[in-house]
């Protein structure tokens, strides 16, 4: 067995021993949704505002708007995922990404301090294009309480990718932000970082060129120019993942969006409070659908039928594991029990 092999050897077998029955039940008590939201979500991801102001190649926004509105997360929404990250002192990653530019939405840094008074040990990180930010946009998020800053500063499709065209795009970010970088990589793009204390900003200069290299998601089938493939490797997004969109909407995955015709049926439930919206340790509990189906090794379906985003090898040992230890049998579960506090713990991105 190869590294890849026994790295998804290792991978596979943490995250089977993590399940618990729990899991695939959508009608868990508050109380027990809670408990496993805690016990297990390493990441919150959201987007607060619907707009982006950028079309990329690699991207569905370059065929469904987000750039027509802004549309602003509803009040009662926000004061949900932040009354639920209080309830459970949630010290995880929660991070603003999504198909929105989250700088855009210069709330953002009330935003900000709005987590951090709610979830003191959170992790705090936005992914962003840089369009928006200056020296004075950076200090103010530094202040709100935000701990790592994503940069993905993106070159023209049709500008031929070099290193020296790159540092181009990559001085211009700089001399705006009044900071000097550490280059990091050069190949096959520029990378940098940048420490300021204990808070942190990773860049990368990249367009579809450099985005193919990296085997670019199909962002659940939506984009045609990303590698196809017949998804058998289980995935365990819906276990460790909260994913939800500007309006409440949440969703299976990070590649999967609620303003798509194609992913709609996608979404298990609406954050928020009131009638048709639940907690987030509620709509937790609904992806248990998801996580049932994902679980093993086999052809999936619906927008995960081609996903290529974290394959996990498929060999005797992959698959032995995925079958014996995340099953429903007796045994899967006294396995389970035994090995969890071996083999997993939750970890922070």
Request: contains cysteine; proline residues 4%.
């Amino acid at each position: 067995m190869g590294m890849s092999g026994l790295r998804s050897f290792a991978v596979v077998l943490r995250n089977s021993f993590r399940a618990e029955q729990d899991h695939f039940r959508k009608d868990l008590p508050t109380n027990r949704a809670r408990a496993l939201f805690k016990k297990h979500i390493e990441l919150v991801e959201f987007e607060t505002t619907s707009y982006c102001n950028r079309v990329c190649s690699f991207c569905p926004n370059k065929f469904i708007d987000r750039r027509s509105e802004k549309l602003i997360m509803p009040d009662h929404t926000w004061k949900a995922i932040l009354q639920g990250l209080k309830e459970v002192d949630y010290d995880g990653t929660v991070v603003w990404s999504r198909y929105s530019e989250p700088l855009s939405e210069h709330q953002i840094v009330e935003r900000i301090r709005d987590v951090r008074s709610c979830a003191p040990k959170a992790r705090i990180g936005i992914n962003s294009n840089g369009d928006y930010l200056d020296s004075d946009y950076l200090q103010r998020l530094i202040e709100a309480g935000l701990d790592r800053l994503w940069l993905d500063i993106y070159m023209p499709d049709d500008e031929a990718y070099n290193v020296q065209v790159a540092h181009k795009y990559h001085d211009n970010l700089l001399e705006r932000i009044e900071k000097k970088a550490k280059i990091i990589a050069t190949n096959p793009e520029l990378a940098s970082e940048i420490w300021l204390g204990k808070f942190w900003i990773s860049i990368h200069v990249r367009n579809s060129t450099v985005m193919k290299l990296y085997d670019m998601s199909d962002r659940g089938g939506l984009i045609s120019d990303a590698r196809r493939t017949q998804r058998v490797a289980p995935c365990y997004a819906p276990v460790k993942h909260l994913v939800i969109d500007w309006d409440g909407s949440v969703l299976p995955c990070c590649q999967l969006r609620s303003d798509s015709p194609a992913h709609r049926e996608a979404i298990v439930a609406r954050v928020g409070i009131g009638r048709g919206f639940v907690d987030i340790f509620t709509a937790y509990a609904q992806l248990a659908d998801w996580r049932s189906e994902l679980r093993f090794y086999g052809p999936k379906k619906g927008p995960c039928a081609n996903c290529n985003v974290s394959e996990y090898k498929s060999n005797v040992a992959t698959r032995l594991v995925a079958a014996t230890i995340a099953g429903d049998s007796t045994g899967s579960q006294v396995l389970r029990g035994l090995g969890r506090g071996l083999f997993w713990k939750r970890r922070r991105y």
